[in-house]
């Protein structure tokens, strides 16, 4: 596979981006800005015990975006044919359909951050195909191992190396290059007319060595295995409402999406979040602090620069209960007059940035886990959530919980299948009466989805404990 | 404005299958025994519209092809955005590599000329000339007027999360090296709304409406879309939670539509093989109250989710998967069905850049013959689901459940909005329920049902 060993400033040269800048700015537009790309992924995928594809795809191009007041205009190119690019900008360019042009851009001037980590040798570029089918191989047969009940496995890796430059007309010049993997096991098992599945995972911005010291795929597959053998003997969920203990690690999902989607710049400036007007006010309950940072070391909501170009950095959204700080790209801190906090991010150069979180995690409390779930008398502990989702307007959210267990006198006596908890975002931070001293950061796993972009995110937060939470089940 | 003028040939049908050509030659000379190429040109426009004003508008014209190869029964895959031709030959050499870490399987193959059948297959008119002479000014005007009708319809909405209008078109191919060759063209235009009914205290209901259709004459007039939309915002204030119970449920036709849509996957035939469904070894059993009859169909004329052949090349045809109750059909694409000993159902879904996969052209339940209100009128104490989060369904089990909104149901009205609850059951156990089912039947995208009464459900909330 080719390497990508030339510089992310190879993808447009600097005079073809002045010139791109001049012309979407050409009909009065007051910002212009180009985002130069080329992606690369690899993935392998095993099904029934074949390798059943074998792929990689290579996405590359050239958006130009305009900005006059609130409005964007929006174009891009596939490839980087001069002459597609000048069009993807003349088109971006008639947001502004009146107005003198805006002239050259300022001379660039390089933007100079630190890495939040260092990547020796990434996963991405240093290991050869046949190890990593070796890798999906392992993972297969530990999986079929662990338990007779496994009947069936499917396993997929891929690694993405991205490289990217983007320039705007306040000369700002920023070059970047990332990469993940991630591997991810499916086990079936079933017993009778039982049917369950199990899934688990590992990766993020890793080293080459990653799967072989840090985290073996045996180590996934065991897991992935073992929650669904669990599952076959798991109980119906309890219908109702009632005190709820999320685990660590992943769980912070539910910060992601039933507070942090509230405090992204876009639904802030255009006040449709009730956190619009929270500034300064309780908004969690006493002890907690929520914080976003693109600086979590391996994970894959991390960067150097955002797709904006603008550094990461930690951002603390609250502070042991109290709203302090929001997210901003730099179109929502322009206009209401922020500092950028490098949270502008889009899913390619297909599309424009949006504001979006990076890792985002409630901090380590006080409290012994164990402790939290021993107090509870009667509840469910859900050691790990699967997907999610808010509507920041109301509120709403809801998750399904991917391993849970029953609470009875502060002991987890049985695994329940199939819970969802809902509750509203508004209040849902207040409800949380003990946050654990064990927090974990999820950085392998999250993908979230945005006006139709999806982009790589962690999320983390210690063992947490609601005093109460509506619970999807079918006992009564 | 108008639409940018396309720098040399553009990506239209023949050239895409010209490309084709080039691409498989390419990759039966780097070495592979058999090769398909997929490709794809589109152009799409979308303004997002806010506060009165145009908050963006995008537009982009892409292209991209994806190269199957299979080299000793084992096959490899790439994609791209770069059609040079210079950069062809790196494809093909790159595909037939790849080849050689996958396994060797003999149901690797595709479609021959006589198995795909005949070409040109009836025209669906899927390609409105309408919505390709629609200009950049009118689809804004569309998206302000449908703003602006959503804040006219009451007093309590003040503002909404944008209003959106797009359109695309579109063109495909495929080219395999058994002397496959087929191409086809559809547009679509889509129109959305999300006012917010201000509740007070900084709260808000929000109300959503919208649809994605073939031709501009299928799609309702943008004020009847925000008339919608503002009416779900505005009936939602004062909604509250109820206790936990076990109920009769209606499911609203967009929720039932989503409840089809996670069940598909277990109507395929990857799942059969991997015996990873709930409908393991039921095929050929009643496993519906006789009321339910699902198909999905791809030759529905002026369908979004209709296209004259599938990934593959395959004719599309319409599928009845249940049959008045009973479980008649799996779907498979080539590969599955080699394996099953069958033939494709057509059912090869994908993009240029990916594999094909097993999927749904226009899934939907058929329609009954009761209306809305008749099947409302049959609940004595019950629950009206009309939204509901986005994960909530286990497809390995079939079980459901999704945090809800709607409305509380007292002698066969809608007494009062309700949210902050969960309704669960599982899919089978809803199949048996199924108890009535509307006339309401409409495509809003490719995936429909009509209003459905399941008789009970459990409730979780107070």
Same mark, same amino acid.
């Not at chain 1, 709203?323 to 500092?339: E, K, P």
């Not at chain 2, 090296?177 to 559809?186: D, I, L, M, Q």
């Not at chain 2, 009761?370 to 497809?395: C, R, T």
């Given at each position: 596979?080719?390497?990508?060993?030339?510089?992310?400033?190879?993808?447009?040269?600097?005079?073809?981006?002045?010139?791109?800048?001049?012309?979407?700015?050409?009909?009065?537009?007051?910002?212009?800005?180009?985002?130069?790309?080329?992606?690369? !992924?690899?993935?392998?995928?095993?099904?029934?015990?074949?390798?059943?594809?074998?792929?990689?795809?290579?996405?590359?191009?050239?958006?130009?975006?305009?900005?006059?007041?609130?409005?964007?205009?929006?174009?891009?190119?596939?490839?980087?044919?001069?002459?597609?690019?000048?069009?993807?900008?003349?088109?971006?360019?008639?947001?502004?359909?009146?107005?003198?042009?805006?002239?050259?851009?300022?001379?660039?001037?390089?933007?100079?951050?630190?890495?939040?980590?260092?990547?020796?040798?990434?996963?991405?570029?240093?290991?050869?195909?046949?190890?990593?089918?070796?890798?999906?191989?392992?993972?297969?047969?530990?999986?079929?191992?662990?338990?007779?009940? !496994?009947?069936?496995?499917?396993?997929?890796?891929?690694?993405?190396?991205?490289?990217? !430059?983007?320039?705007?007309?306040?000369?700002?010049?920023?070059?970047?290059?990332?990469?993940?993997?991630?591997?991810?096991?499916?086990?079936?098992?079933?017993?009778?007319?039982?049917?369950?599945?199990?899934?688990?995972?590992?990766?993020?911005?890793?080293?080459?060595?990653?799967?072989?010291?840090?985290?073996?795929?045996?180590?996934?597959?065991?897991?992935?295995?073992?929650?669904?053998?669990?599952?076959?003997?798991?109980?119906?969920?309890?219908?109702?409402?009632?005190?709820? !203990?999320?685990?660590?690690?992943?769980?912070?999902?539910?910060?992601?999406?039933?507070?942090?989607?509230?405090?992204?710049?876009?639904?802030?400036?255009?006040?449709?979040?009730?956190?619009?007007?929270?500034?300064?006010?309780?908004?969690?309950?006493?002890?907690?602090?929520?914080?976003?940072?693109?600086?979590?070391?391996?994970?894959?909501?991390?960067?150097?620069?955002?797709?904006?170009?603008?550094?990461?950095?930690?951002?603390?959204?609250?502070?042991?209960?109290?709203?302090?700080?929001?997210?901003?790209?730099?179109?929502?801190?322009?206009?209401?007059?922020?500092?950028?906090?490098?949270?502008?991010?889009?899913?390619?150069?297909?599309?424009?940035?949006?504001?979006?979180?990076?890792?985002?995690?409630?901090?380590?409390?006080?409290?012994?886990?164990?402790?939290?779930?021993?107090?509870?008398?009667?509840?469910?502990?859900?050691?790990?959530?699967?997907?999610?989702?808010?509507?920041?307007?109301?509120?709403?959210?809801?998750?399904?919980?991917?391993?849970?267990?029953?609470?009875?006198?502060?002991?987890?006596?049985?695994?329940?299948?199939?819970?969802?908890?809902?509750?509203?975002?508004?209040?849902?931070?207040?409800?949380?009466?003990?946050?654990?001293?064990?927090?974990?950061?999820?950085?392998?796993?999250?993908?979230?989805?945005?006006?139709?972009?999806?982009?790589?995110?962690?999320?983390?937060?210690?063992?947490?404990?609601?005093?109460?939470?509506?619970?999807?089940?079918?006992?009564? | 404005?108008?639409?940018?003028?396309?720098?040399?040939?553009?990506?239209?049908?023949?050239?895409?299958?010209?490309?084709?050509?080039?691409?498989?030659?390419?990759?039966?000379?780097?070495?592979?025994?058999?090769?398909?190429?997929?490709?794809?040109?589109?152009?799409?426009?979308?303004?997002?519209?806010?506060?009165?004003?145009?908050?963006?508008?995008?537009?982009?014209?892409?292209?991209?092809?994806?190269?199957?190869?299979?080299?000793?029964?084992?096959?490899?895959?790439?994609? +791209?955005?770069?059609?040079?031709?210079?950069? @062809?030959?790196?494809?093909?050499?790159?595909?037939?590599?790849?080849?050689?870490?996958?396994?060797?399987?003999?149901?690797?193959?595709?479609?021959? =000329?006589?198995?795909?059948?005949?070409?040109?297959? =009836?025209?669906?008119?899927?390609?409105?000339?309408?919505?390709?002479? @629609?200009?950049?000014?009118?689809?804004?005007?569309?998206?302000?007027? /449908?703003?602006?009708?959503?804040?006219?319809?009451?007093?309590?909405?003040?503002?909404?999360?944008?209003?959106?209008?797009?359109?695309?078109?579109?063109?495909?191919?495929?080219?395999?090296?058994?002397?496959?060759?087929?191409?086809?063209?559809?547009?679509?235009?889509?129109?959305?709304?999300?006012?917010?009914?201000?509740?007070?205290?900084?709260?808000?209901? +929000?109300?959503?409406?919208?649809?994605?259709?073939?031709?501009?004459?299928?799609?309702?007039?943008?004020?009847?879309?925000?008339?919608?939309?503002?009416?779900?915002?505005?009936?939602?204030?004062?909604?509250?939670?109820?206790?936990?119970?076990?109920?009769?449920?209606?499911?609203?036709?967009?929720?039932?539509?989503?409840?089809?849509?996670?069940?598909?996957?277990?109507?395929?035939?990857?799942?059969?093989?991997?015996?990873?469904?709930?409908?393991?070894?039921?095929?050929?059993?009643?496993?519906?109250?006789?009321?339910?009859?699902?198909?999905?169909?791809?030759? /529905?004329?002026?369908?979004?989710?209709?296209?004259?052949?599938?990934?593959?090349?395959?004719?599309?045809?319409?599928?009845? /998967?249940?049959?008045?109750?009973?479980?008649?059909?799996?779907?498979?694409?080539?590969?599955?069905?080699?394996?099953?000993?069958?033939?494709?159902?057509?059912?090869?879904?994908?993009?240029?850049?990916?594999?094909?996969?097993?999927?749904?052209?226009? *899934?939907?339940?058929?329609?009954? +013959?009761?209306?809305?209100?008749?099947?409302?009128?049959?609940?004595?104490?019950?629950?009206?689901?009309?939204?509901?989060?986005?994960?909530? *369904?286990?497809?390995?089990?079939?079980?459901?459940?999704?945090?809800?909104?709607?409305?509380?149901?007292?002698?066969?009205?809608?007494?009062?909005?309700?949210?902050?609850?969960?309704?669960?059951?599982?899919?089978?156990?809803? /199949?048996?329920?199924?108890?009535?089912?509307?006339?309401?039947?409409?495509?809003?995208?490719?995936?429909?049902?009509?209003?459905?009464?399941?008789?009970?459900?459990? @409730?979780?909330?107070?």
């Amino acid at each position: 596979m080719p390497a990508m060993e030339s510089e992310p400033s190879d993808l447009v040269p600097r005079d073809l981006a002045a010139e791109l800048l001049a012309l979407s700015r050409a009909q009065g537009a007051e910002f212009g800005e180009i985002y130069a790309e080329r992606a690369v !992924v690899t993935a392998f995928s095993l099904e029934e015990k074949r390798i059943r594809s074998s792929q990689y795809s290579l996405l590359q191009g050239v958006g130009v975006r305009a900005i006059r007041g609130e409005q964007t205009g929006y174009a891009y190119a596939d490839g980087f044919d001069p002459e597609d690019l000048r069009e993807a900008a003349r088109v971006a360019a008639r947001i502004a359909r009146e107005g003198p042009p805006g002239g050259p851009p300022r001379a660039f001037a390089v933007v100079d951050a630190p890495p939040p980590f260092v990547l020796r040798e990434p996963f991405a570029l240093a290991l050869d195909e046949t190890r990593k089918v070796e890798l999906l191989r392992r993972a297969d047969e530990a999986a079929r191992a662990h338990d007779a009940r !496994v009947h069936e496995v499917s396993a997929g890796l891929a690694d993405s190396a991205k490289r990217f !430059v983007v320039a705007n007309s306040d000369g700002l010049w920023a070059e970047e290059r990332q990469y993940l993997a991630r591997l991810t096991v499916t086990a079936f098992a079933t017993e009778g007319d039982v049917r369950q599945q199990g899934y688990a995972t590992g990766g993020g911005s890793v080293e080459a060595s990653y799967f072989e010291r840090q985290r073996p795929p045996e180590q996934i597959a065991r897991e992935a295995a073992a929650l669904a053998v669990l599952q076959l003997r798991a109980e119906e969920p309890e219908a109702g409402t009632y005190p709820v !203990v999320v685990g660590p690690g992943w769980g912070g999902v539910l910060v992601h999406e039933c507070f942090g989607h509230g405090m992204e710049g876009d639904v802030i400036r255009k006040q449709s979040s009730i956190r619009a007007t929270q500034q300064g006010q309780l908004v969690a309950a006493r002890g907690v602090t929520i914080v976003d940072s693109g600086t979590v070391p391996h994970s894959r909501g991390s960067y150097r620069v955002d797709d904006e170009g603008t550094p990461a950095q930690r951002t603390v959204l609250v502070e042991d209960g109290v709203l302090v700080g929001y997210l901003w790209d730099l179109l929502n801190a322009r206009l209401t007059g922020q500092r950028p906090t490098g949270n502008g991010r889009r899913a390619s150069f297909r599309d424009f940035p949006l504001c979006r979180m990076s890792n985002t995690f409630i901090a380590a409390g006080q409290h012994a886990p164990a402790d939290l779930v021993a107090s509870v008398p009667r509840g469910l502990y859900c050691k790990n959530l699967g997907g999610g989702s808010v509507n920041p307007a109301d509120g709403n959210f809801s998750f399904q919980v991917t391993e849970a267990w029953r609470i009875e006198g502060g002991r987890l006596v049985a695994p329940v299948r199939n819970a969802t908890l809902t509750g509203n975002g508004n209040d849902a931070m207040l409800k949380i009466d003990g946050v654990g001293d064990d927090l974990a950061i999820e950085g392998s796993t999250g993908s979230c989805g945005k006006d139709g972009q999806w982009k790589a995110v962690g999320v983390g937060q210690p063992t947490v404990r609601f005093t109460a939470m509506t619970v999807g089940g079918t006992r009564t | 404005m108008s639409a940018p003028a396309a720098r040399g040939e553009p990506f239209g049908p023949a050239r895409l299958l010209a490309l084709g050509e080039e691409a498989v030659g390419r990759a039966r000379r780097a070495g592979a025994a058999h090769a398909e190429a997929c490709l794809e040109s589109l152009r799409a426009f979308t303004v997002r519209v806010n506060a009165g004003a145009i908050e963006s508008l995008k537009q982009s014209a892409t292209h991209g092809l994806g190269l199957r190869v299979l080299v000793g029964g084992a096959q490899g895959f790439v994609s +791209t955005t770069d059609l040079a031709p210079e950069s @062809l030959d790196d494809l093909a050499r790159h595909a037939v590599a790849l080849a050689r870490f996958s396994t060797s399987d003999e149901a690797n193959a595709f479609p021959t =000329p006589a198995e795909a059948g005949e070409d040109p297959r =009836p025209d669906l008119s899927l390609v409105d000339p309408a919505i390709l002479a @629609l200009p950049a000014e009118r689809k804004i005007e569309m998206a302000l007027t /449908l703003e602006r009708a959503a804040v006219g319809y009451d007093p309590r909405i003040q503002r909404t999360d944008g209003a959106t209008l797009a359109t695309r078109d579109g063109h495909a191919a495929i080219v395999n090296s058994n002397g496959v060759t087929r191409a086809s063209s559809a547009t679509t235009v889509s129109a959305s709304v999300m006012p917010l009914a201000d509740e007070g205290g900084g709260k808000q209901q +929000t109300g959503w409406y919208g649809m994605v259709k073939c031709r501009l004459d299928q799609l309702a007039d943008v004020e009847a879309i925000a008339r919608e939309a503002a009416r779900r915002a505005v009936a939602r204030l004062g909604a509250r939670r109820v206790p936990t119970a076990r109920v009769p449920v209606v499911l609203a036709p967009e929720i039932a539509a989503a409840w089809i849509g996670e069940m598909f996957e277990a109507f395929s035939g990857q799942a059969h093989l991997k015996r990873t469904s709930w409908l393991t070894d039921r095929l050929g059993q009643t496993i519906a109250s006789s009321l339910v009859t699902l198909v999905d169909d791809g030759t /529905l004329p002026r369908a979004v989710g209709s296209e004259p052949f599938d990934g593959e090349g395959m004719p599309t045809q319409r599928n009845v /998967l249940v049959d008045h109750g009973r479980f008649a059909a799996i779907l498979y694409d080539h590969y599955h069905a080699r394996r099953a000993g069958t033939r494709s159902t057509g059912s090869a879904v994908r993009s240029y850049a990916s594999t094909p996969d097993i999927g749904a052209h226009n *899934f939907y339940l058929e329609a009954g +013959t009761e209306s809305p209100e008749a099947i409302l009128a049959k609940v004595d104490h019950g629950f009206y689901m009309d939204d509901q989060g986005s994960y909530g *369904f286990n497809p390995t089990t079939g079980d459901y459940s999704y945090q809800a909104q709607g409305f509380w149901v007292e002698r066969g009205v809608k007494a009062y909005p309700v949210e902050g609850v969960t309704v669960a059951s599982n899919s089978l156990d809803m /199949l048996a329920r199924v108890a009535a089912l509307g006339s309401d039947l409409e495509f809003l995208g490719s995936i429909a049902s009509p209003t459905l009464l399941i008789s009970e459900m459990t @409730l979780s909330g107070e």
